[in-house]
Protein backbone atom coordinates (compact mmCIF):
# COMPACT_ATOMS: atom_id res chain seq x y z
CA UNK A 1 0.00 0.00 0.00
CA UNK A 2 1.31 3.74 -0.28
CA UNK A 3 2.71 5.54 2.31
CA UNK A 4 0.04 7.60 4.01
CA UNK A 5 -0.11 11.14 3.70
CA UNK A 6 2.29 12.81 6.71
CA UNK A 7 -0.18 15.21 8.68
CA UNK A 8 -0.33 18.79 8.15
CA UNK A 9 1.58 19.78 11.23
CA UNK A 10 4.17 18.22 9.91
CA UNK A 11 4.10 21.22 6.88
CA UNK A 12 4.48 23.94 9.25
CA UNK A 13 7.10 26.22 10.01
CA UNK A 14 5.46 28.87 11.71
CA UNK A 15 5.91 27.02 15.61
CA UNK A 16 9.74 27.06 14.71
CA UNK A 17 9.78 30.50 13.28
CA UNK A 18 7.92 31.39 17.12
CA UNK A 19 10.27 29.39 18.85
CA UNK A 20 13.07 31.07 17.05
CA UNK A 21 11.77 34.40 18.05
CA UNK A 22 11.72 33.58 21.56
CA UNK A 23 14.83 32.29 21.94
CA UNK A 24 16.34 35.76 20.45
CA UNK A 25 13.74 37.51 22.55
CA UNK A 26 15.35 35.79 25.60
CA UNK A 27 18.88 35.95 24.32
CA UNK A 28 18.87 32.24 24.75
CA UNK A 29 21.24 29.73 23.70
CA UNK A 30 19.00 27.73 22.58
CA UNK A 31 18.51 29.56 19.34
CA UNK A 32 21.22 27.84 17.41
CA UNK A 33 19.36 23.99 18.10
CA UNK A 34 16.27 25.34 16.84
CA UNK A 35 17.48 27.24 13.87
CA UNK A 36 18.99 23.58 13.62
CA UNK A 37 15.31 22.34 13.70
CA UNK A 38 14.21 24.38 11.43
CA UNK A 39 16.80 23.98 8.52
CA UNK A 40 16.39 20.33 9.02
CA UNK A 41 12.57 20.75 8.47
CA UNK A 42 13.86 22.34 5.27
CA UNK A 43 15.31 19.15 4.41
CA UNK A 44 12.75 17.14 5.14
CA UNK A 45 10.01 19.15 3.04
CA UNK A 46 12.70 18.97 -0.19
CA UNK A 47 12.76 15.53 0.31
CA UNK A 48 9.15 15.18 0.46
CA UNK A 49 8.56 17.51 -2.58
CA UNK A 50 10.85 16.17 -4.81
CA UNK A 51 9.45 12.56 -4.25
CA UNK A 52 5.97 13.51 -5.22
CA UNK A 53 4.35 11.66 -8.27
CA UNK A 54 4.39 13.96 -11.23
CA UNK A 55 6.96 16.64 -9.96
CA UNK A 56 9.13 16.28 -13.12
CA UNK A 57 5.69 17.09 -15.41
CA UNK A 58 6.51 20.09 -17.16
CA UNK A 59 3.48 22.16 -17.25
CA UNK A 60 2.44 21.66 -20.49
CA UNK A 61 3.08 17.96 -19.88
CA UNK A 62 0.13 18.74 -17.29
CA UNK A 63 -2.21 20.48 -19.46
CA UNK A 64 -1.96 17.97 -22.26
CA UNK A 65 -3.07 15.26 -19.27
CA UNK A 66 -6.16 17.16 -18.41
CA UNK A 67 -7.15 17.47 -21.60
CA UNK A 68 -6.85 13.63 -22.50
CA UNK A 69 -8.73 13.22 -19.32
CA UNK A 70 -11.32 16.07 -20.03
CA UNK A 71 -11.88 14.14 -22.58
CA UNK A 72 -12.00 10.62 -21.54
CA UNK A 73 -14.36 11.91 -18.96
CA UNK A 74 -16.76 13.46 -22.05
CA UNK A 75 -16.98 9.89 -23.91
CA UNK A 76 -17.70 8.16 -20.27
CA UNK A 77 -20.14 11.20 -20.17
CA UNK A 78 -21.52 10.47 -23.65
CA UNK A 79 -21.13 6.48 -23.27
CA UNK A 80 -23.37 6.33 -20.39
CA UNK A 81 -26.06 8.25 -21.61
CA UNK A 82 -26.16 6.38 -24.40
CA UNK A 83 -26.75 2.79 -21.88
CA UNK A 84 -29.13 4.86 -20.47
CA UNK A 85 -31.56 5.44 -23.16
CA UNK A 86 -31.54 1.90 -23.89
CA UNK A 87 -33.63 1.28 -21.00
CA UNK A 88 -32.13 -1.84 -20.77
CA UNK A 89 -32.22 -0.78 -16.57
CA UNK A 90 -35.74 -0.56 -16.30
CA UNK A 91 -37.37 -2.87 -13.92
CA UNK A 92 -40.80 -4.12 -15.38
CA UNK A 93 -44.09 -3.39 -13.41
CA UNK A 94 -46.02 -6.36 -12.17
Known amino acids: PPPLPPA ?6 L ?6 IK ?6 QDVHQVLNELKNKFQEMRKLISSMPGI ?5 QQQQQ ?18 KSLCMFEIPKE
Do not use: A
Open 23 to 28: CMDKDS
Open 8 to 13: QEEFSF
Open 15 to 20: PLVHDI
Open 56 to 60: GVSPE
Open 66 to 83: LQNLREQVRTKNELLQKY
